[in-house]
């Protein structure tokens, strides 16, 4: 799989579209990929809620986590992990899958010609016929923090300041004065005006955790590009790689309506099928780039592009896989790979990238996207409520008591 950044691609939707959906009205603020389209939330065991996927620190394995909105895993689904391989960003040229199927508590799962079979819900997991993967399946605590209601208030204001007649530039930026940008940057630090609340405390989704041995998933190279997906008899109903990319990016204020439709469309899309999205990404990137008052200075934007300044950007993310640097000797940076061969960032040339449980994974995305920078949009809950771990199995916190009875209750 191959993308390439090009800035001399046309603009595919006039200034006129992106004006006409940023003030269509403000729809649902979801967290990560959480129940994201109608098809997850009339199965929730089909919705990947989040993916992460980082480098052990010994740099012999690596280490994946799909979260499952619902409780538990369908026996009509299968569960899939694509790991692209390959020798620089953008191109790849080796792919291992990983599947697991379950059927109650049993578990059966297959990588590179290996397998692994039996009950998968013991904190120790189950190790692979030739010892080249181990797998846990069952309740864990959810690692992904975000303040949700926060954030549709910070939505809010921004849609309000657009009807009140901001002016776009030609980029689709929105014009914000200082007050504006502020209200928006105060409302996303704050949950209805007082401390900011992590909506997702508490929740209990069904985690499958693998950990895997590097050269199985790396023949084609050091870079490593991570995408799930869950599939039913009739196709794929959901996908993620990246945070954020379908709730934050496709139809961000548009009508549920609109957004539910472009949001169907990406799940059965794939990342090399990405393209279509770029114009509507485009769109969202110029709202995005204006909260904090300056347009032009978004990770990657090229101000000399005049209508395609989010091109670049806007291929980046469409293509929404998960980078690791599986040559990296730590793990502490979101988009570490990109900004590393795209942004000039040689101090993060080392890093693996990723996404390990315990990265602030909105501040950083938003922030990269609002202000290029890695701070700058502060949605004011910085860690979980549990402590996780990005170096012993299964990695993500045993659920709280109170919240395991509840699972077990509903």
Not at 282 to 287: A, N, Q, R, V
Not at 297 to 310: E, F, L
Not at 343 to 352: E, N, T, V, Y
Request: charged letters at 25%; proline letters at 5%.
């Amino acid at each position: 799989m191959t993308w390439t950044i090009n800035t001399g691609r046309a603009l595919a939707a006039g200034l006129g579209g992106a004006a006409a959906l940023l003030l269509a009205g403000a729809g649902p603020a979801r967290a990560s990929d959480h129940l994201d389209t109608p098809s997850v939330i009339a199965d929730p065991r089909a919705d990947i809620g989040d993916i992460f996927a980082w480098t052990s620190p010994d740099s012999r394995r690596l280490n994946l986590v799909m979260a499952i909105v619902g409780h538990g895993f369908s026996r009509d689904l299968a569960y899939v992990f694509h790991v692209d391989s390959g020798a620089r960003l953008g191109k790849t040229t080796a792919t291992t899958t990983i599947s697991c199927r379950f059927s109650g508590q049993e578990a059966d799962c297959t990588a590179d010609g290996d397998e692994a079979r039996g009950d998968a819900g013991r904190p120790e997991g189950l190790v692979s016929r030739r010892h080249g993967f181990r797998v846990f399946a069952g309740p864990r605590d959810d690692p992904f923090f975000n303040n949700v209601k926060g954030t549709r208030e910070a939505y809010d204001f921004a849609a309000a300041a657009l009807k009140a007649g901001a002016p776009l530039d030609e980029a689709g930026c929105p014009a914000f004065d200082k007050a504006t940008s502020a209200g928006v940057l105060e409302r996303w630090r704050h949950t209805r005006g007082g401390p900011a609340q992590n909506l997702l405390a508490g929740w209990t989704p069904a985690s499958l955790v693998i950990s895997i041995d590097l050269p199985a998933v790396s023949r084609g190279g050091k870079l490593l590009a991570v995408w799930g997906e869950t599939v039913g008899p009739k196709g794929r109903i959901d996908r993620m790689g990246r945070p954020l990319t379908g709730n934050a990016l496709l139809a961000t204020l548009a009508p549920d309506a609109v957004s539910d439709a472009l949001k169907e469309a990406y799940n059965h899309a794939t990342p090399a099928t990405s393209d279509a999205f770029v114009p509507e990404i485009e769109k969202t990137l110029g709202l995005y780039d204006a909260f904090d008052g300056q347009c032009g200075n978004a990770m990657i934007a090229d101000r000399r592009a005049g209508a395609s300044r989010y091109l670049n950007l806007a291929i980046l993310l469409a293509d929404d896989r998960l980078w690791i640097n599986s040559a990296g000797t730590r793990c502490t940076t979101l988009f570490a790979v990109e900004l590393a061969a795209l942004a000039g960032r040689r101090d993060l040339a080392g890093d693996c990238g990723g996404r390990t449980p315990n990265y602030d994974a909105v501040d950083v995305y938003r922030s990269l996207l609002a202000t290029g920078a890695l701070t700058g949009v502060d949605d004011g809950v910085d860690r979980d409520d549990h402590v996780h771990s990005d170096t012993v199995f299964p990695f993500l916190a045993a659920p709280d008591a109170a919240a395991e009875s509840s699972r077990k209750a509903d």
